[in-house]
């Protein structure tokens, strides 16, 4: 088993920046694949990136491409979001999603085994 907490999230001002956290804890001896997704009330969870166990591979959704940086400390067992130039779009719950292995399919939620209980993201003037 494998649980997640998510943690870093707030109210920003547009243009503003947050940093996101994801600490693992349980079984993290084996290094899951880690995905951030975001969810506003009426529409489905949305992949926003994805970094490999090892941190090798990461990719991003075109919303945040040049905005967001995905990167994880392995000996800390935790994952981070850096987010920057952050708009009123972005507003949202994010959450991080782990699983076992590389996710052929990264941006779909339905990819993922363990999850977080999610964070609030608010960017507001």
């Known amino acids: 088993q494998l649980q997640l907490v998510e943690s870093g999230g707030g109210l920003v001002q547009p243009g503003g920046s947050l940093r996101l956290s994801c600490a693992a804890s349980?079984?993290?001896?084996?290094?899951?694949?880690i995905g951030w997704f975001r969810q506003v009330p009426g529409k489905e969870r949305e992949g926003v990136s994805y970094i490999s166990g090892s941190g090798g591979f990461t990719t991003y959704a075109d919303f945040v491409k040049g905005r967001f940086t995905i990167s994880r400390d392995n000996a800390k067992n935790t994952v981070y979001l850096q987010m920057s130039s952050l708009k009123p779009e972005d507003t949202a719950i994010y959450y991080c999603g782990a699983r076992l292995g590389y996710a052929d399919k990264w941006p779909l939620w339905q990819e993922y085994e363990y999850w977080g209980q999610g964070i609030q993201v608010t960017v507001s003037s």
């Open positions: 349980g079984r993290t001896s084996i290094k899951y694949a």
